[in-house]
């Protein structure tokens, strides 16, 4: 019998007498985080170095800001990690509620903030709120809740997957009024995923997917600077001045950085050529200044995040904690598409969006739902272990 | 919430989705290894011509200095503000800050850049002072920067402006010897390729594709000193007979160098924003005068050489007047009979028609032409005149009787320099050179040295007390020089009124180490003789400049036999 003092006590004499304990903490998936945030600070810092310095006179602004997200985060992953999963499996609704609540609040002038057309931020006090980066998780926590409520029910169309698509329309559209149509995907993808291994038919599964590439289709083509971004993801170098600016831009920085990289903070395309260097396109500069190693380093490290996700999921399974599983794999997907969506967006793979690298963006909301997402995992983890010790 | 029971729920799809984003990770991997080792040669170009720039880095101008070294034209560094008009566009908000750094019309400011919007780079304001610079640069404003450039710098301004010339605004010769000697004094801009931000800032230099070469210093034939002497002594001449304009050269009789070339009015090359580009014209060889008695030396070394005449032969120019065809040669006053020298010494027109006349026109055209007038003397200074000796096939016999006493030929003042350093250097006449001359040059044999020993004691007798140029006298030299003094010609007609008074000399007269011909335009009516106006300065300008070279004197107790000269000296 380990009891959870005990854990909280680690020292040398109970690790040697106690061959057979496991590790406290998921050490593959903390490394990859703690890898992931040490080279986005780096990488924040080195991208943003000039454009802080021009714009706000100091060099370290979005460092030091960066810094404090992530010490934040690293707190809250501290106190998800220790909740007990019952009370997220609880909460989902009501959760779900207030983010919608956010959603709107965004919208309504005066509370939200706009830049570049986007309202995206609530100011509170000091810092600024992105709620369509808090509704990412919420939506994962009360779609696996659902899923577990609702396990008989899955097979029947109506009560399976309907609801469900409403709850993600009604959000989609909260998000496009801001917009924020990379969020939107992101939500869409994980969802789709969740509902994929949740089991629910397959040909209810397809229909969903058809309805939702539809859907995009047509909200790409109601809005020109959507179809605008479509085309100029496209073929890039037909309008590299205009349409195609950034992505022209991000594909050289990829370009110049070959095998090895430029050398860090050697970087050409951050010194104002490539937009937003720091936060939706900090990977083109990690990829221009470390090369094709530091890609696939990253690469690598989300994949393994990935992975210890999916795990995490399938031992919550075995014991039987089957929300923290479905919440395992959201979560898992939720990171995982984001950071494939970004980096294929950077790579001119994908269509432009508005989306952050989890944890190597600059981004408080992201860096801050990041930890708490990792926390939730860590959550899993460790009742699953007690779990399966008995503890319960 | 225990679900226990079934150890998996969709085992294919868990492994399906995993499996499927690892996939996708790995197409991530594949397009990240295509654009950053396949393509990337193709993106690097694509960046290289966003961001790397050919700049050109600009190297100073060759000095020029003087015979000694002394500095006649300097470049000195300072800085051109440029813009790079997109990047400067965005910036519109800080563009009256710049237009009131810079000195400038906002308005004029704002339409520049409009004319400018699609080109990459364009001047704001050129040359400016450190201090203006600086607060340019100050301003950090976006698409504004400094450029190195040359501004020229002639510290001895006024005294050489006209010889030394000066240059434009982007360093290239315009006047002077600063266009005669384009060529070598030309700086070569270097070019080198840099990285710039998107703001045009340059991040590093890239490669260097060809080094900036800095001109060549040259080293000319004037003296600063005797310029300056030149000039002082000029000045007070033009001022103390109310002259129009006056002009002069000191050579060298041996190498044939110029060491000073002075013109006035003159003007100051560092700051010529209102000057018109008459004012830039060195009169000294652009111009052309006739030359009138100067040229009687010429003369009758035709006449000497021909063997006809010797010096001591008499020519009877009474009553002071002489018919040829239509026209009447008049002396001041009737000098009766008068030797060959005495004919230069007093200046006699009738008696140099009459000279003439003795002889074939070839012979005085070919003399006229072997001492140098009626062509270029190869000085290189721009604009320079040939002047004008018409073939004697075209001549009547009053253009003999007339080219005798200088009328009816144009010379240049640095071609009547050039002919007496003939005489001063026994009869060879030696290239011109505006360029120190460090090895000594073939001259060409124009006359025998006895003709010009002949000569040069004429003119020694023509400043002595009893000839016109009397005023040229010197303390411990002896001098051998010529007086003249034309009616101006104005638009075909001799005014009656308007003088051209010049004088041309050599000292010391036993040995003649430097040659000066001085010219007065149109002095004062009262006193218009070439004796009167130019003598003086030439004796002036001698006293100092022989001095200054080191140049014995010749006759140490002239003391005795020297004399207060006829006219009064002018005031320094």
């Known amino acids: 019998m380990v009891s959870l003092t005990h854990e909280r006590k680690p020292d040398a004499s109970t690790r040697r007498s106690a061959g057979r304990r496991r590790p406290k903490a998921d050490g593959w998936l903390l490394g990859c985080v703690l890898a992931l945030v040490g080279l986005g600070l780096v990488m924040v810092y080195s991208s943003s170095i000039s454009f802080a310095e021009r714009n706000i006179g100091d060099g370290s602004y979005y460092l030091w800001r960066q810094s404090i997200a992530v010490g934040l985060g690293l707190f809250l992953m501290y106190v998800t990690m220790r909740t007990p999963v019952r009370l997220w499996e609880a909460a989902g609704p009501y959760l779900l509620l207030g983010g919608m609540a956010l959603l709107v609040l965004v919208l309504i002038p005066g509370a939200g903030i706009t830049v570049n057309g986007s309202s995206r931020w609530l100011r509170l006090g000091a810092i600024n709120l992105q709620p369509s980066e808090l509704i990412k998780l919420i939506l994962v926590v009360y779609v696996a809740g659902y899923f577990v409520r609702r396990q008989e029910e899955l097979h029947n169309f109506t009560q399976g997957v309907f609801i469900i698509s409403i709850v993600v329309v009604a959000i989609g559209m909260l998000l496009l009024q801001e917009p924020d149509l990379g969020a939107m995907v992101v939500i869409s993808m994980t969802v789709l995923g969740m509902l994929f291994l949740a089991g629910v038919r397959f040909w209810h599964f397809g229909v969903v997917v058809v309805t939702g590439v539809v859907g995009m289709a047509i909200l790409t083509l109601i809005a020109p600077y959507r179809f605008a971004r479509v085309v100029g993801f496209l073929d890039p170098w037909a309008d590299p001045f205009n349409s195609g600016f950034q992505l022209v831009q991000a594909l050289i920085a990829f370009g110049r950085g070959e095998w090895f990289g430029v050398g860090l903070g050697a970087s050409v395309q951050k010194l104002y050529y490539l937009p937003a260097a720091h936060t939706d396109f900090i990977f083109a500069v990690t990829a221009e200044e470390l090369g094709l190693l530091g890609v696939l380093v990253v690469i690598v490290l989300f994949g393994i995040l990935v992975t210890r996700a999916f795990l995490i999921s399938r031992q919550a399974e075995r014991v039987g904690l089957l929300y923290g599983a479905r919440l395992a794999q959201g979560v898992g997907l939720l990171l995982g598409l984001q950071a494939i969506i970004n980096m294929g967006v950077n790579m001119g793979a994908l269509p432009t969006k508005g989306l952050t690298l989890p944890f190597l963006s600059y981004g408080g909301s992201s860096i801050l739902t990041s930890f708490i997402a990792v926390g939730l995992l860590l959550m899993v983890q460790r009742e699953t272990r007690a779990h399966a010790w008995g503890v319960q | ?572």
Do not use: C
Request: glycine content about 8%.
């Open chain 2, 1 to 572: 919430m225990s679900h226990s029971g079934r150890s998996m729920r969709h085992p294919v799809r868990y492994w399906l989705v995993l499996s499927g984003l690892w996939a996708i990770l790995g197409l991530l991997g594949v397009r990240a290894t295509y654009l950053q080792v396949v393509a990337s040669d193709y993106l690097q170009r694509q960046g290289d011509a966003r961001y790397l720039r050919t700049v050109t880095d600009n190297a100073h101008r060759g000095m020029i200095l003087d015979r000694n070294g002394s500095p006649l034209a300097i470049s000195t560094p300072v800085q051109s503000v440029w813009a790079d008009p997109p990047a400067f566009m965005r910036a519109r908000q800080r563009w009256p800050a710049l237009a009131r750094v810079l000195g400038l019309q906002q308005r004029d400011l704002a339409r520049q850049v409009r004319k400018y919007a699609d080109r990459e780079f364009m001047y704001l304001k050129r040359h400016v002072t450190p201090d203006v610079a600086a607060r340019a640069r100050a301003l950090k404003i976006p698409g504004v920067f400094l450029q190195r450039e040359y501004r020229r710098y002639y510290p001895t301004g006024a005294v050489s402006g006209h010889v030394i010339g000066f240059t434009d605004i982007d360093d290239r010769g315009q006047q002077g010897l600063e266009l005669a000697y384009e060529a070598m004094l030309r700086s070569t801009p270097g070019k080198k390729r840099v990285l710039r931000d998107l703001y045009g800032n340059i991040i590093e230099t890239v490669e260097s594709v060809s080094l900036a070469t800095p001109g060549k210093d040259l080293v000319v034939s004037l003296d600063r000193r005797i310029q300056y002497l030149v000039y002082r002594e000029l000045g007070a001449a033009m001022e103390a007979y109310n002259a129009r304009a006056a002009t002069a050269i000191v050579m060298d009789t041996h190498t044939g160098e110029v060491l000073a070339m002075v013109n006035l009015p003159g003007f100051n090359p560092n700051n010529r924003s209102k000057l018109t580009s008459a004012a830039f014209r060195n009169r000294a060889v652009t111009d052309v005068f006739e030359p009138g008695s100067t040229l009687k030396p010429f003369t009758v070394a035709a006449a000497l050489e021909s063997g006809q005449l010797t010096p001591e032969s008499l020519i009877d120019t009474a009553p002071g007047r002489f018919r040829v065809g239509t026209k009447i040669i008049r002396d001041l006053r009737n000098y009766g009979e008068l030797s060959v020298a005495q004919v230069i010494e007093k200046s006699s027109n009738v008696g140099a028609a009459k000279i003439a006349l003795s002889m074939s026109k070839e012979q005085i055209w070919g003399m006229l032409r072997r001492a140098g007038f009626g062509e270029t003397t190869g000085s290189r200074l721009p604009g320079e005149s040939a002047g004008l000796l018409n073939p004697p096939s075209q001549w009547v016999s009053i253009d003999q009787a007339s080219v005798s006493f200088g009328y009816g030929i144009s010379v240049t003042s640095l071609q009547l320099a050039r002919a007496y350093a003939v005489l001063a250097n026994d009869g060879v006449l030696v290239p011109i050179t505006m360029l120190r001359r460090d090895a000594p040059v073939r001259g060409v044999k124009v006359m025998t040295r006895r003709t010009a020993q002949q000569i040069r004691n004429m003119l020694e007798l023509a400043v002595s007390r009893r000839g016109t140029g009397a005023a040229a006298q010197l303390l411990h030299y002896s001098v051998a020089g010529k007086t003249g003094t034309v009616h101006k010609l104005i638009s075909g007609d001799y005014a009656k009124d308007r003088y051209v008074a010049s004088f041309a000399g050599m000292a010391p007269a036993s040995n003649p180490r430097l040659v000066m011909v001085v010219t007065v335009d149109e002095p004062e009516a009262r006193r218009h003789f070439g004796g009167q106006t130019a003598a003086p300065v030439f004796s002036r300008v001698m006293a100092g400049a022989l001095r200054l070279l080191n140049i014995a004197p010749d006759i140490p107790q002239q003391g005795l036999r020297w004399a207060a000269p006829t006219t009064s000296a002018p005031p320094a």
